[in-house]
C-alpha cells in the first residue's frame, strides 16, 4: 500500500502526535533549548502545512517551493519559468512578507482556502512591495501559464535581516513537496544554502538545485566545483540546473529571463504536473521521507524534555534541600539552647515583678522572628549558589529582607495570638474566673502570665524547664502538659508555615513553568503508535527513484 493511501489510523496517529508536540515547551534556557523549539515550530508547520493535508488529500496538486539566499533571483526565477510577472524582484524582495504562489486556475482552490500553510491568511492577487509587512499572509496568483498540477511558490529570503522572513521562509520549505534550491555562483559554498540541502537529503525530499546568474567565463568552472561539492555531501544525485548571467537578471533588467534559459528546469518541474505517476512518485516521496524523520526529530524533542524535567527536578531539590536543613536549624535551636538569651533572656530572669508578662512575650516573639528571618536568609543564600551552578535555573523568586521580615512578623503575631487563646482556654478550664478576687488571681491576669509562661517554655529550649514547673504549679500536672503539646504543635505550625511558604515563593519561578515528565512520555507514546501504524502499511520509502541528472544543464 503506498503511503499516500495511508489507513486513517495513520492521520489519527499524526493528529495526536501533533497534539504532543503543540503541547511540548521547553521553558528552562538550557544548552539546546533553542534548538528544540525551533525544531519543534518546523515539526508543527511541516504537519500542519505538508503532511497531514498531504496525507487527507493525496490527489492535491503538488506544490515545489523555490528557495534561497538573499538575491539568488528566486523571484526572476519564477517569473521566468511562468513567462510573466507574477512576483515582484529587485531589492526591496527581503523585506517582503508576503510569498506568492502561482498555479493553474483550476487547481486554484486547493490553495485558496487554509489546506496548507493554515497560519498564513490569503489573497487574491499579488500586494504591492510593502503592503504584506503588517501580517504574514500568501498571495496566491492563477493563470494558465501554469499546467494543473503543480504550484510554485516564491519563498522569502532563508537568510533575511528579518528573522520573521526566516521563520517564514523556513515554514514553507516545511510544506513543500519539492524542494528548489536556488543559489548564485558567488554564494554557492554559504553554509545556510548546504544546511538546507543536507535537511533535504535527510528527511529524503524530492529536490533539485538552480546555480544561478553564473558568468559565462567561469561557468565551467563553477559547475565542475559545484558538482564535486554535492558529490562530497551525498547529493550527487540531485538534478542541478545552471542559469546564466544575463541581463535580464541584473537588477534593473526586466525580470525575464529567455525561455531557453529555464527550459530545462521548466520541463523538469511539469512534467510532474503533466505525468500522474510522476506527480504521485514525488508527493509520496517526500511525504515518505518526512514521516521517516519523525522518529529522530520527536525523539530528539522527547530527549530535551527529559533534560528540562531533569534539570527541574535537580533545581527542586535544591530548594527543597536549603529549606529542610533551614527547619532542621530552627527546631535545634528551640530544642537546644532556646531563645533565652539576650533581651529575651533579661525578661526572663525579671519575671514576674520586674517585667511584665507582655514585655516577656514581646521579646520572646521577637527573637522568634528573627530566628526564622535569619533561617529563611540562609536557604535562599544556598538556593541561590546551588541554582547558579545549574545551567537554565530560572531567575526572580527573590524578595528584599523587609519584605521577608514582614511576612514572617505577620505569622509569629499569629503565633502569638493563638498561645494566648490556648492560656485562655486552659485557665478557664481550671476555674479562673474574673470572680475569685479573693485569692489574688483574676483570669484577666492570670491569662496574659500562663501565655508568657507557655511562651518560655515552647521557646527557651532547655532553659524552658522552669516555665514548664511553672505552669504545672499553675494548671496543674494534666492541663500543663496538654497546654504545652497544643502550644508546641502551634510553633511548629507557625515555623512550618514561614518556612513553606518562603520555599513556595523562592521557588515559584521554577513551578510556575509546571514542568512535568508528561510530555517526554506522551511524545514518545504517539511517535510509536504513528510508527505502529506506518509500519503497518509496508510502505518502501523509495516510492519511485528520481533521475540522477536531467541530461545537459541550462547554458
Same mark, same amino acid.
Given at each position: ?70 538575491? *539568488?533571483?528566486?523571484?526572476? #526565477?519564477?517569473? @521566468?519559468?511562468?513567462?510573466?510577472? /507574477? $512576483?515582484? +524582484?529587485? !531589492? %526591496? ?97 554559504? *553554509?545556510?544554502?548546504?544546511? #538546507?540541502?543536507? @535537511?533535504?537529503?535527510?528527511?529524503? /525530499? $524530492?529536490? +533539485?538545485? !538552480? %546555480? ?97 524535567? *531533569?534539570?527541574?527536578?535537580? #533545581? ?112 478557664? *478550664? ?126
Amino acid at each position: 500500500m503506498a503511503i499516500l493511501d495511508a489507513r486513517p489510523e495513520l492521520l489519527d496517529a499524526l493528529t495526536v502526535l501533533r497534539e504532543r508536540l503543540a503541547a511540548a515547551r521547553f521553558p528552562l534556557e538550557l544548552p539546546g533549548a533553542e534548538r528544540a523549539r525551533r525544531s519543534r515550530g518546523e515539526l508543527l508547520a511541516q504537519l500542519d502545512g505538508y503532511l497531514l493535508p498531504r496525507l487527507r488529500s493525496p490527489k492535491a496538486p503538488l506544490l515545489a517551493v523555490i528557495g534561497g539566499s538573499t538575491g *539568488a533571483g528566486k523571484s526572476t #526565477l519564477v517569473n @521566468s519559468l511562468v513567462g510573466r510577472h /507574477v $512576483t515582484e +524582484a529587485g !531589492v %526591496l524582495r527581503p523585506t517582503t512578507r508576503t510569498p506568492v504562489l502561482v498555479c493553474h486556475p483550476d487547481d486554484q482552490h486547493w490553495f485558496g482556502d487554509q489546506r496548507v500553510l493554515p497560519r498564513l491568511d490569503r489573497v487574491v492577487a499579488q500586494r504591492q512591495e510593502g503592503e504584506g509587512e503588517a501580517s504574514a499572509a500568501l498571495a496566491v496568483h492563477a493563470t494558465r501559464a501554469v499546467p494543473a498540477g503543480i504550484a510554485l511558490l516564491d519563498a522569502p529570503d532563508i537568510d533575511s535581516l528579518v528573522a520573521e522572513n526566516r521563520d517564514l521562509a523556513a515554514e514553507l520549505i516545511c510544506a513543500a513537496d519539492v524542494w528548489v534550491l536556488v543559489t548564485t555562483a558567488s554564494r554557492y559554498a554559504d *553554509a545556510l544554502p548546504w544546511n #538546507l540541502l543536507r @535537511s533535504a537529503r535527510e528527511y529524503d /525530499v $524530492t529536490l +533539485a538545485t !538552480v %546555480l544561478d546568474r553564473v558568468p559565462h567565463q567561469i561557468a565551467a568552472e563553477v559547475s565542475r566545483h559545484y558538482d564535486a561539492m554535492l558529490e562530497r555531501a551525498g547529493l550527487g544525485g540531485v538534478p542541478r540546473f545552471t542559469v546564466p548571467e544575463l541581463p535580464e537578471s541584473a537588477r534593473g533588467g526586466s525580470g525575464l529571463l529567455p525561455a531557453t534559459a529555464v527550459a530545462a528546469l521548466r520541463e523538469w518541474l511539469f512534467r510532474r504536473a503533466h505525468d500522474g505517476d510522476a506527480r504521485q512518485r514525488a508527493a509520496a516521496r517526500t511525504a515518505a521521507g518526512a514521516l521517516a524523520s519523525l522518529r529522530a526529530r520527536v525523539g530528539a524533542l522527547a530527549g530535551a524534555c527529559a533534560a528540562q524535567h *531533569a534539570t527541574a527536578v535537580r #533545581l527542586d531539590q535544591r530548594l527543597a534541600g536549603a529549606y529542610a536543613e533551614a527547619g532542621r536549624r530552627v527546631h535545634d535551636c528551640l530544642a537546644g539552647g532556646g531563645l533565652l538569651t539576650g533581651q529575651a533572656r533579661a525578661h526572663w530572669l525579671s519575671f514576674p515583678h520586674d517585667a511584665s508578662p507582655d514585655e516577656l512575650l514581646d521579646s520572646l516573639t521577637r527573637a522568634l522572628a528573627g530566628l526564622l528571618v535569619e533561617a529563611v536568609s540562609a536557604a535562599d543564600e544556598r538556593v541561590e549558589d546551588a541554582w547558579a551552578k545549574e545551567p537554565g535555573a530560572p531567575a526572580g523568586g527573590v524578595d528584599g529582607a523587609e519584605a521577608v521580615r514582614e511576612r514572617i512578623g505577620i505569622q509569629v503575631r499569629r503565633l502569638r495570638r493563638c498561645l494566648e487563646e490556648l492560656a485562655e482556654e486552659a485557665c478557664a *478550664a481550671v476555674g479562673l474566673r474574673p470572680d475569685q478576687g479573693g485569692s489574688g488571681r483574676s483570669m484577666v491576669g492570670a491569662e496574659t502570665e500562663i501565655a508568657a509562661l507557655l511562651a518560655a517554655a515552647l521557646l527557651g529550649g532547655k532553659g524552658g524547664t522552669v516555665a514548664r514547673q511553672a505552669l504545672s504549679s499553675s494548671l496543674g500536672t494534666r492541663v500543663a502538659a496538654r497546654l504545652t503539646e497544643q502550644g508546641d504543635r502551634e510553633v511548629r505550625g507557625c515555623v512550618g508555615r514561614v518556612l513553606d511558604g518562603e520555599r513556595d515563593r523562592r521557588g515559584a519561578p521554577l513551578h510556575d513553568l509546571e514542568i512535568s515528565p508528561t510530555p517526554q512520555v506522551e511524545l514518545v507514546a504517539a511517535l510509536s503508535l504513528v510508527h505502529g501504524w506506518h509500519s503497518g502499511t509496508a510502505v518502501s520509502r523509495r516510492a519511485g527513484p528520481e533521475p540522477a541528472r536531467e541530461a545537459g544543464e541550462v547554458r
